[in-house]
């Protein structure tokens, strides 16, 4: 079966679609290339804090050492502090503690701690055997106002400046890496700009 | 190895509440394991469905409705408190997004940043189209015979 | 016996030097008309499937006899694991599923090797060449990133364990039935750069290799179907298909493949498209790579993926780049010199076809879209969100429908010109039916009718609309029905299979939650489910509390369901072993939460526990109709059209050379 060829086809239809699908397929290379060098990155999987640079949650909670007392957000304003969330069942919580205890005891900031869902007794008796860094202990029981805080787990560690607006969230074990390149440097910046 | 390492907590956490009576000697969560009670099934629907499009927090790409998790556990509650306040799903969702971002929603919020996200797809169809239109019009151009009764299938 | 993993790794060095000879010889060879070259393709075909299967019998040996001196083994095995598992621990994780992958990859290229004795050689060994080209990357990938054979010293006393996800039936199945399919999608690939390598495309030769292309896409048909039958009973959370991006990346190929089989069709009965059929082929090869790509490189976030190394991920990509970059060049500057096939009406199967190819890529490239935008956005640094079912569904649903609604009219269609009316008037009665058959679903249906009635209505329409084709042919002059007919009305009636089983469960399952005390009976669908308690269990490297949940329907005892949740004993990992019933028209699934009450609750010591009953109708019928369309595809690969010698077929009208 002949058939009479066809007059060859414009040159410029083909010749755009084979400018635009090797871009396509540069962007493409590049996008997985992103995808492949990020994954090495130890909080690859930490989510992002949408309350960064927003007044921290409204909070009224009580205290570990003090049941009857409670302490909210307010009270704590006026000048910077550290939350760090911690529980008696995490175990990467005891990894963090003498980090943690090094940078309370450096005095620069105060450093607040956040017992989530703990039994008292389990808390207390956790911070008896490691030691307590913490200038108070906030006690969530049930775990409801972490949630205002966008907690998800422990351990977890929040800057809060004297105005109240969260600055910076890391979720994880704290290091010293991350305690002199991010948090001392950001709260630098913090008193630098007051 | 560093992978397993950063998800040891998480792990601990999902699994903590998941051991045998036997082993509550060891610290735990606190955590009531009482399924969530529904006043009727319209409520119990709407629940399943809300939850089915908000994702774990926490999870390796699991739903809030199945996932095992504390967190997911704390925030279901959460979410159904929330539905007995009288809020609305849009509320809802606007709620979680305000704490944990937008990735707690499985359905992708319609923005410009993921304008190509919803719209790509239309515009690959569209332009196919285009592309499929052309090739007909062009091949129907030329002289086509009438096929026999007999053509091959 | 000590030495043993060391010949494994000899042996995939030398399986390496070999794919090297086929690749670089007959290629050359072929080139250069050198006849001695170019016989080196079969046997070097050969001796690699010895030498690579020779490697894989290796490292089974180490699982079986427990070798905990070899890393790989001492990571996914454990003295207490059953004999059987320690079999499929072998493709448990990256390195031993990569070896399985090679394996099945020298047992394509074997098999291209014996079978294509009515292709010429320089054909042949074109074809093999560039398989031999995919083995170069994949064996180096092993050989230098993810050596199986790693020795770990000292020897540790006692594995890790495999997965406890892993140790069941579905893994016997699934990695090798799903790469026996993504892998055989290498075949056409490689006639697809062979013939663009050579110019042209001859119509005869594409005809050998459409069977191929049907067996791969069956094979992946069924492992995908594998793999979603095996989330379902295995998870505990009663789902079958979730658009998790590993799900993601074996479906994306199986579409691609679904188009490829439907042009290359077109090119070797009419020699049209012979351009998008090159092009189809070495997408759903490419998607495949990418596939493995994804899965294994840490770029997304899933519990399947396996454990991941940017030097690995980094690995895959280049091969990756070159193979896809290389390919789509190489059509760039080759396609445009395919003869173009005959003309058609705008009325013919030809557009059906073209439309049918057109939605199928454009389900493909929406998949793509939403499995990548997350690492998009966290690139363009637009923060992090999720593209999840409410996107996937929604949208392929969408692209789906017209699909679904041509479908009938393919079968019915002529080539090149079709009067519109004829496949309209012999269909329309049947397109009524199916409509009133909605409208009757839509009335009877306990729950979400709008649903149900969509499903009952497309499944109807795509079932009848085969049938109608069934009986013209039937009818008609008493021409044969041949196999490649036979596998396409199977593969369409799995269509409509499939529509019932899916459409129907999502909107009739019902599931409850709640706390039950034993002899609490609750009802759910027609179902009553009587929670008689929990006690203790043993397995081989478990324990495990069984609970037993009677079912009832109608008053009558139906089935004593055992849900479990077990404890194993190497990493303390806690699974849910869900209790399934399965039925032709629907599963009865009940799972255990956690026991409730505190310590000294009376809850407690009364035996109280959270349990959750599902029922879920049709649901069998997914798989079911996944079943008929991978049957179809093996089917219709039986044609004796692709068994003629080729000398036969020159010269019969309807041929394009």
Known sequence: ?194 | MSRAARWLPACLLAFALLLPAARHAQAQVVDDPAPLQFHDEAEEARFQALTHELRCVMCQNQSLADSNAQIAHDLRREVLDLMRQGKSDDEIVAFLVQRYGEFVRYKPAMEPATWLLWFGPALLLLGGGVLVARIVRARGRREVPVPGEDQEW | MQALPELGQVALVLALLVALLQAALPLAGAQRGNAAWIAVARPAAYVQLLLVAGAFAVLTTAFVAQDFSVRYVAENSNSLLPLVYRYTAVWGAHEGSQLLWALILAGWTAAVARFSRSLPDEVVARVLGVMGLVSIGFLSFLIFTSNPFARLLPAVAEGRDLNPLLQDPGMIAHPPILYLGYVGFVVPFAFAVAALVDGRMDARWLRWTRPWTNIAWGFLTCGIAIGSWWAYYELGWGGWWFWDPVENASFMPWLAGAALLHSQAATEKRGSFRGWTVLLAIAAFSLSLLGTFLVRSGVLTSVHAFAADPARGLFILVFLAIVIGGSLLLYALRAPRFEPGAPFATSSRETLLLANNLLLVCACGMVLLGTLYPLLADALDLGKISVGPPYFGFLFVLLMAPLVLLLPFGPLTKWQRETASRPLAMLAPWLALALVLGAVAYFFAPQGPWKTAAGVAASAWVALGTLRFVWTRVRGSGRAFTAEMLGMVLAHAGIAVFLVGALLVEAQQSQRELAMKPGQTVELGGYAFRFEGVDEARGPNYLSDRGHVQVLRDGEPLVLLHPEKRAYASGGQVMTEAGIHAGPFADVYVALGEPLGAADDPDRAAGAWAVRVHVKPFVRWIWLGAALMALGGFVAATDRRFRRRVAERAGVAGEAA
């Open chain 1, 1 to 194: 079966m002949n058939q009479p060829i066809e007059p060859a086809a414009p040159k410029r239809g083909p010749r755009l679609a084979v400018v635009v699908g090797a871009l396509c397929f540069i962007g493409f290379v590049a996008l997985l290339s992103y995808g492949v060098l990020q994954s090495g990155r130890g909080d690859r999987e930490a989510l992002p804090s949408p309350l960064i640079g927003k007044p921290a949650p409204q909070f009224s909670l009580p205290l570990l050492h003090e049941p009857g007392r409670n302490v909210s957000a307010k009270d704590l304003a006026g000048a910077p502090y550290v939350l760090n969330v911690w529980g008696s069942w995490c175990p990467e919580c005891r990894v963090e503690h003498p980090v943690l205890t090094r940078f309370a005891l450096s005095k620069r900031v105060r450093v607040v701690g956040y017992n989530l869902k703990d039994e008292p007794e389990d808390a207390l008796r956790w911070l008896e055997q490691f030691g307590n860094p913490y200038m108070l202990v906030l006690a969530d029981r049930d775990g409801r106002a972490a949630i205002d805080w966008g907690i998800y787990g422990a351990p977890e560690t929040f800057l809060v400046d004297a105005r109240g607006i969260v600055r910076w969230k890391h979720v994880g074990a704290l290091d010293d890496a991350v305690i002199d390149g991010q948090l001392v440097p950001l709260l630098r910046k913090l008193e630098a700009g007051r």
